[in-house]
């Protein structure tokens, strides 16, 4: 008996070891949200806007009253010791570190005083760091720069987040480009490259043209598309308002994260938004009446995109920590910037929130209030109005 005993001991024992094991090979669940709703939307704060006549226009978050939108995040493409906060509120701050030419090294005294004052801060390394237009480095240049910040930055903060540098938009030309500096970190590091949030821009645009190259968010830096054997993605500009696009691309980011083992990993969009004027997006009408179905379709992009991001999940991509959602948070393209005018201010974005100059709410202001307190949930306002 006592000998049958010992062997039933170690048939549980043995079972329990590989339940254990087991559970701990499989991803992990969440007992509920990651976040609360709020704690998802963020917005882009501009520092420095761009002026009609030329010239920038400085801007700080504390000339405006921010609570009314429910956010709670934001990011201004930089990093600060004491990070500004709006007049009403207090947002988490997601600072950025620059991976450009010109920008690179960063001040690293500077760099180690921001991430002591901040513990626990995620930090974004890099903006669109393969686009031509903005931090343009090869996979290869991206692959140091971004070891010499994850290791100073832990260094200093076990507990910081490291994001990767947002791609422009997900594409195959910009998976690529992620696959060679990926593959030049195990180069160099003999490991995979460490990412605790994965981090992309959704900015629906052309890949560069035959006759420029930059266009839009441009060619990749550092990679060849006819080599590549890939086609640059020629978006027209009403695709620019298009929620269909968004989500296909970020079920496509979600499907290439699960194909390089990264699915147990939170995904945050850190800049989305139309950027293009409101009667680039309809055709049709007067120019009076392009502005206005221009305006409303921005607004109908807004609010389909929020519902999407908030509620959907997926079982198979999505983010077991997060209930399966497929997004964690997302930003919205921006706050304060100044509008596009063809004749005063090419520099300008579309959909800001508020007027730079008299930091009152805008028509998409006011609107993304409204999505955030007539019902508590997007979708059904549009479908009432």
């Given amino acids: ?31 509920g949200p990651m976040y609360t709703r709020q704690e998802r939307l963020g917005i882009a704060f501009v520092r420095r806007v761009a002026a009609p006549g030329g010239g920038f226009v400085n801007q700080s978050l504390s000339q405006y009253n921010v609570a009314p939108l429910r956010v709670g995040w934001y990011s201004d493409w930089t990093y600060s010791v ?43 390394i890099g903006n669109e760091p393969e686009c031509p237009n903005q931090d343009a480095v090869t996979p290869e240049v991206y692959a140091v720069r971004y070891h010499e910040a994850y290791t100073q930055i832990k260094g200093w903060d076990a507990t910081a987040q490291i994001a990767i540098g947002a791609i422009v938009q997900p594409t195959p030309l910009r998976f690529r480009w992620l696959e060679k500096a990926m593959a030049a970190y195990q180069q160099n590091h003999g490991v995979k490259m460490p990412v ?72 945050i969009i850190s800049e989305m938004g ?45 983010y077991p920590g997060d209930e399966n959602r497929l997004v964690q948070r997302w930003l919205w393209f921006s706050l304060n910037d100044s509008f596009y005018d063809e004749d005063l201010n090419p520099r300008g974005f579309n959909g800001s929130l508020y007027d730079y100059q008299t930091q009152q709410l805008t028509r998409f202001g006011i609107w993304f209030m409204s999505l955030q307190h007539e019902y508590g949930i997007f979708l059904p306002l549009v479908r009432m109005r």
């Fill in 1 to 31: 008996m006592q000998s049958k005993h010992r062997t039933m001991i170690g048939v549980v024992a043995t079972v329990l070891l590989l339940a254990t094991l087991a559970v701990g090979l499989m991803p992990s669940r969440s007992a």
């Fill in 196 to 267: 605790d949030v994965w981090n992309i821009h959704v900015q629906i645009l052309q890949e560069g043209s035959p006759q420029n190259p930059n266009a839009g968010a441009g060619v990749p830096v550092g990679i060849d598309p006819v080599a590549e054997g890939l086609v640059p993605r020629q978006y027209s500009l009403p695709d620019n308002a298009d929620p269909e696009i968004l989500k296909t691309m970020v079920l496509d980011f979600r499907d290439w994260m699960a194909a390089q083992g990264e699915r147990n990993k939170p995904l």
């Fill in 82 to 124: 004491t990070p500004a906060q709006p007049a009403d509120t207090t947002l988490e701050y997601v600072p950025l570190v620059s991976v450009s030419d010109g920008s690179w090294p960063p001040n690293w005294t500077n760099l180690e005083n921001a991430v002591k004052a901040n513990p626990g801060s995620t930090w974004l």
């Fill in 274 to 318: 139309v950027l293009y004027p409101s009667i680039y997006l309809v055709e049709g009408g007067s120019e009076v009446e392009r502005q206005q179905r221009g305006d409303r379709a921005i607004e109908l992009f807004m609010a389909e995109t929020f519902d999407w991001l908030y509620h959907t999940t997926d079982a198979q991509l999505g």
